[in-house]
């Protein structure tokens, strides 16, 4: 099973902006997707998703995911994402996390797929993206929504992103608001 059918066998879409192939890629969502369902009260009715990723930009031209880039709000989101996609990241990918409560960045390997991982403060994926690729919105502004997950797609699969390697719980320490931020009780 391809990723894009995954994605909608299981109703994984929330908040679609783009959800269609694009002139470089066979498939491609721009998005959020579900990482933990909410809970489902009939057969056609459930409570909005529990857990999320948002920002998420994702392009392929396999069944597994060649490209993506999102924002986690918490690092502690991340081994449910993984659990939930694992199947279809691959040692080729490269994958972008945004992380909301981390302070730093850095390239980890979990469960033999690398992760670039970025604090994300302010901004906003996107932004940093074009960043990342050199781009200006300027440059994208009469695109269309297609060419512009393909250009910004193109730069970054082909840009180095500078970023040293760490290891997972090298990442987990610059988690902020864990438990050792409060001190004592």
Do not use: H
Request: hydrophobic share 40%; charged share 30%.
């Amino acid at each position: 099973m391809s990723i894009k059918d995954y994605i909608a066998e299981n109703k994984l879409e929330w908040m679609i902006v783009y959800n269609a192939p694009t002139d470089a890629y066979k498939y491609a969502y721009r998005g959020c997707l579900i990482v933990t369902e909410g809970k489902v009260i009939t057969a056609d009715k459930s409570l909005p998703p529990k857990d999320i990723v948002k920002q998420v930009l994702l392009a392929t031209n396999n069944d597994t995911i060649d490209f993506m880039a999102l924002e986690l709000q918490s690092l502690d989101l991340f081994e449910s994402f993984v659990a939930k996609y694992k199947d279809y990241l691959t040692p080729e990918g490269k994958y972008l996390l945004f992380v909301s409560d981390i302070i730093g960045k850095g390239k980890f390997v979990y469960e033999g797929i690398t992760f670039n991982t970025f604090a994300l403060d302010e901004s906003s994926v996107w932004n940093d993206l074009l960043d990342f690729a050199d781009l200006s919105k300027g440059d994208l502004k009469k695109m269309s929504d297609k060419e512009k997950i393909d250009a910004v797609a193109k730069e970054i699969l082909r840009s180095n992103l500078r970023i040293n390697d760490k290891t997972y719980d090298e990442i987990k320490a610059l988690q902020r608001g864990g438990k050792a931020s409060f001190g004592a009780v």
